[in-house]
């Protein structure tokens, strides 16, 4: 079992799936002869040739447009947005036709495509290089909606994302491609190699979408958390002294609310994260579901730890980040509630 | 634009056979009955929604079909029943999905705007202005994939050539030689908005140019001009040379849906083409003028045309609604979560 970043997960899950289905052509800016700006597609093209792996002009609405038309008719297209940031040209494209294409020629085509794209800050690229979109894609019924949190998942769902008969939103927290991050900005990066995360199925090897993972079992209150966020909680768990449960859900839609429950009902409090602005975030709907599914077993209102209601800042990211400070306050209100 | 007034003298070219001829009346004329019985169904309140009529484009699907070969694909905009009856969709499947009925081709989940057909190689009906456009690219990309010999017809209005996915296609379909003909159905009104008053250079056949795209205007009253231009376009793409335009001048009789109040255009207008242009009309004048079909071999084929309207009209009635069910399938491949 080799140790990979999630850069090389990521580049793994590429050439496995391409090895194994020709049907899968990758494709987006800089992602042929360059690699991608994060090296996640590097050397696909040497290997798969132009025709399976290549660049395109910067023009998301016609990359995902483009990759739909070749879905529907057999091909696999896994494209890559250069940042989550740039998605917003291709929305309509994801909404209005991926999104839909099933539901409205009643099954007779599909749009099995997956869509990546990196996510998050703490790398200082402000407002227009550091969004979490998520709760955009979630809104839309038709899409799933993935987000990894270390490189053996990435892999393996990805994987699975590529093999789904439904278009998939991969979100990659570029915080993590090339190192552990618990949101202890200021100390020195952690290698991947050093985690057992990193531990990588060899081959084919996916996840299946829909399944959350317990990351560290605990008494006194269930954390939800997903991509670099789950880092953040399990430090925010140990600074706090407090026995938190963590789960990293993995993927948003569809959603393991089985597991959520049984484990709300466990400990009766619950405290939700993410770095995506507060207001009608994902977390909401967690937060509604948790109190539909476990209202009488709740101890404590549940709570919401998310990035401020303000554009992502460049200077002040630490601020705008909900670090380990700011969850550890959650949860000790949570406790005393 | 104005549609030009055709003062050429009607002529057969010597290879259009007799029998060829027929066949794009009785298609146009398909095509015409059908969108008027839609009208009438619209206003008797059994369609709902939306609906947007093809009176007086007849010839642009029916001419392109004809330079069509099996397996050739084709997408279009929400002004679609024309060109899913001119691929040979059956019109009791368009008509029920206009009535939003089970037997409808998307079981009444599409309505007017959205159905396709495998079989058919229809892949839409789309609700979004221009946002087929890079989808039927990806088509002739999957197409050059497989190296299938095969050519994507992509519709789209005057009004969607100034959405910005257009360019992003045209460059990008340009840049990777992909067998698609773009079909710029002229009818010279976005909406409600006339072309002089949305357009900065009228030209569109030149829209391509920028991206190496040859492109030409064709007179989209005259099916047999239509034929040519798509005969022409084709081979041009099945050779491996890329892309390429074809603006196609036509007109729509009708509003923009059925709530236009056409406010934007003169009564007179209208009038002046229906009666000088219309491409039915055409045809029409080509076989009797000819003598290669009667009046009364002309009337026998009104006949069948109205009779298959009818039956159209009677299934889209007596299908039933869609089971209640029905709200929950096709979302995803497996059962959507159902939060009802």
Known sequence: ?337 | MAARKNTKKPNIKPNIAADELKKYYREMLLIRRFEEKAGQLYGMGLIGGFCHLYIGQEAVVVGLEAAAEEGDKRITSYRDHGHMLASGMDPNGVMAELTGREGGYSKGKGGSMHMFSREKHFYGGHGIVGAQVPIGAGLAFADRYKENGRVTFTYFGDGASNQGQVFETFNMASLWQLPVVFVIENNQYAMGTSQSRSTSTPELYTRGKPFGIPGEQVDGMDVLAVKEAGEKAVAHCRSGKGPYVLEIMTYRYRGHSMSDPAKYRTREEVQKIREERDPIEHVRTLLLEGKHASEEDLKAIDKEIKQVVNDAAEFSKDSPEPALEELWTDIYAEAAPQNA
């Open chain 1, 1 to 337: 079992m080799a140790r990979m970043t999630m850069v090389e997960a990521i580049r793994d899950a590429h050439d496995v799936a391409m090895a194994r289905d020709d049907r899968v052509i990758v494709f987006g800016e800089d992602v042929g002869y360059f690699g991608g700006v994060f090296r996640c597609t590097a050397g696909l093209q040497k290997k798969y040739g132009k025709s399976r792996c290549f660049d395109t002009p910067i023009s998301e609405s016609g990359i995902v447009g483009t990759a739909i038309g070749m879905a529907a008719y057999g091909l696999r297209p896994c494209v890559e947005m250069q940042f989550a940031d740039y998605m917003y040209p291709a929305y309509d494209q994801i909404v209005s036709e991926a999104a839909r294409l099933r539901y409205r020629s009643a099954g007779e085509f599909t749009c099995p495509i997956v869509v990546r794209m990196p996510t998050g800050g703490g790398i200082f690229g402000g407002q227009t290089h550091s969004q979490s979109p998520e709760a955009l894609f979630t809104h839309v019924a038709g899409l799933k909606t993935v987000v990894p949190s270390n490189p053996r998942d990435a892999k393996g769902l990805l994987l699975a994302a590529i093999d789904d008969p439904d278009p998939v939103i991969f979100l990659e927290p570029k915080r993590l491609y090339n190192g552990q991050f618990d949101g202890h900005y200021d100390k020195p990066i952690v290698s991947w190699k050093k985690s057992e995360l990193s531990e990588v199925d060899e081959g084919y090897a996916p996840i299946p979408l829909g399944r959350a993972k317990l990351r560290r079992e605990g008494r006194d209150v269930t954390i939800l958390a997903y991509g670099t966020m789950v880092h953040v909680a399990l430090a925010a768990v140990a600074d706090s002294g407090i026995d938190g449960e963590v789960i990293d859900l993995r993927t948003l839609m569809p959603l393991d609310i089985d597991m959520i429950t049984a484990s709300v009902r466990k400990t009766g409090r619950c405290v939700v994260v993410h770095e995506a602005t507060l207001t009608s975030g994902f977390g909401a709907e967690l937060v509604a579901l948790v109190q539909q599914e476990c209202f009488w077993h709740l101890e404590a209102p549940v709570a919401r730890v998310a990035g401020w209601d303000t554009p992502y800042p460049h200077a002040q990211e630490w601020h705008y980040f909900p670090g380990p400070p700011r969850i550890a306050k959650a949860l000790q209100a949570v406790m005393e509630a």
